[in-house]
């Protein structure tokens, strides 16, 4: 695969995930990235094997709509603004215009995954930690495992409306309204002893407040507002984030059980970017931690990631000292809609 078959790839995904500009953006630069300027020698020459586990369309894609929200490109601004009045000759030649103009912006933004923090997949998180309250009866502490700036680890500051029925945060900014399919979450408000968070690359949700913003596509506004207000919680809140391998880190937070709560380790859309010996260890180390357990101290590991099969994303919940896995169901990668599957606590 090469750049033009990635960007390809990527717009058919936006598409299907309501973006209609984004998708329509990379195919343009799919069909007109030409060698010679900086960007497009660093796009074209991308290593092919890492072409999407490093994301590269979405990170060009969050570069220019970062030059758009900073204000460092009026004319890419305005097309971004009314794009649908642009013809892919007029885009293509604004894009690349920007492409030229802002290539060393842009280059500093490709040396980094994209972060888009995804707040309506803080639904399954709600439900999944209800089911666990009303299971087990104890409070919890969080462990996320790539938690960018943090805002899916804060999901008990979020409302989860599902028909008029409300779950979560009473009275949130940030409501999650989600096609939901299967039993409603157990009623029940889960205590939170602890939260801590892990990722290679932490943003603040102050100082990186745009860069957070830009990875939201352009013509998705609902998605930018719902952010906007997560970002306004996590400056107040400052969830622990460590800059750490996210293995080496939850080796080190499993070391011993947590006595009288549910330690829930969790995961978002965040799995496919760990190494494949990461991920081996990583499931070694909590089993391990689990077989330590007692019916006090239960750890759950709750996974939502892609697993090859469609549509969305496949929710799988692992507990011990018990040793047993449940398929929760299944959820779009946007937490547009959810299918819960959840047996009875």
């Not at 195919?27 to 960007?39: I, N, T």
């Not at 009288?260 to 499931?283: C, K, M, S």
């Not at 996974?303 to 994303?313: F, I, K, L, N, V």
Request: charged share 25%; hydrophobic share 45%.
């Amino acid at each position: 695969m090469n750049f033009r078959d990635h960007a390809r790839v990527q717009s058919k995904a936006c598409a299907a995930l309501g973006s209609a500009f984004t998708a329509r953006l990379l195919d343009v630069l799919a069909d007109r990235l030409a060698p010679g300027p900086s960007v497009a020698e660093r796009l074209l020459n991308w290593p092919a094997d890492r072409l999407g586990p490093d994301a590269v369309a979405l990170r060009l894609a969050g570069a220019l709509h970062h030059l758009v929200l900073s204000n460092k490109a009026p004319v890419l601004r305005r097309l971004y603004d009314s794009p649908e009045v642009a013809s892919d000759s007029q885009l293509w030649r604004v894009v690349d215009a920007a492409l030229r103009l802002y290539a060393s912006d842009i280059l500093v933004t490709l040396d980094s995954a994209p972060q888009t923090n995804e707040l309506r997949r803080s639904a399954v998180l709600i439900a999944a930690a209800n089911w666990l309250a009303a299971t087990y009866k104890l409070p919890l502490v969080l462990s996320e495992l790539g938690s960018s700036a943090g805002l899916n680890l804060l999901w008990d500051n979020y409302t989860l409306d599902i028909d008029g029925q409300r779950f979560g945060a009473a009275d949130s900014p940030v409501v999650l309204t989600p096609e939901w399919h299967g039993d409603l979450p157990e009623q029940v408000r889960p205590v939170i002893r602890a939260r801590a968070g892990v990722d290679l690359n932490p943003l603040d949700p102050d100082a990186d407040r745009l860069r957070l913003l830009s990875y939201i596509w352009p013509d998705q506004p609902d998605r930018m507002t719902r952010t906007a207000h997560a970002l306004d919680i996590a400056i107040e809140k400052r969830p622990q984030i460590a800059r750490a391998n996210a293995i080496d880190w939850l080796e080190t937070r499993l070391a011993r059980p947590v006595p009288h709560a549910i330690h829930l380790v969790f995961h978002t859309i965040a799995w496919q970017y760990f190494t494949p010996e990461d991920q081996t260890r990583g499931l070694d180390i909590l089993a391990r931690a689990g077989a330590k357990c007692r019916m006090d101290e239960p750890l759950a590991y709750l996974s939502m990631e892609d697993d090859g099969t469609r549509p969305g994303a496949a929710l799988n919940l692992h507990l011990w000292p018990e040793n047993v896995q449940f398929n929760l169901g299944r959820a779009d990668f946007h937490g547009r809609w959810v299918e819960w599957h959840a047996p009875a606590p």
